[in-house]
């Protein structure tokens, strides 16, 4: 899933509150243009799968926090561990194996 997705659902988990935040504000998330913006409220305007309970909308954007910070973890390891393959001390086993690469 996209960061901007994510970074919209943590910010305006119910299509309510999206539609609520407007085009402008919604624009703000890195990588999403206004037009995408729109885009994205008339899609949550026309949903009928959207759930607008607080309590949902609460889960929702919780669970997008989650995974934002997770992704940032995960990055963080894969540049440690790409530090440590590189390095000339490593086992030269670790560069061998197919698939190892930045």
Do not use: C, Y
């Amino acid at each position: 899933m996209s960061q901007w997705v994510l970074k919209l659902i943590k910010r305006h988990p119910t299509p309510e509150e999206l539609v609520e935040a407007g085009a402008e504000t919604v624009a703000e998330i890195p990588h999403v243009t206004e037009e995408r913006a729109r885009e994205v409220i008339d899609n949550a305007r026309s949903s009928v799968a959207g759930q607008t309970d607080p309590d949902t909308g609460l889960a929702l954007s919780m669970v997008a926090e989650n995974l934002l910070r997770l992704t940032k973890r995960i990055d963080r390891l894969k540049e440690r561990l790409w530090d440590r393959v590189k390095n000339p001390k490593a086992p030269p086993v670790l560069r061998s194996i197919d698939g190892i690469g930045k």
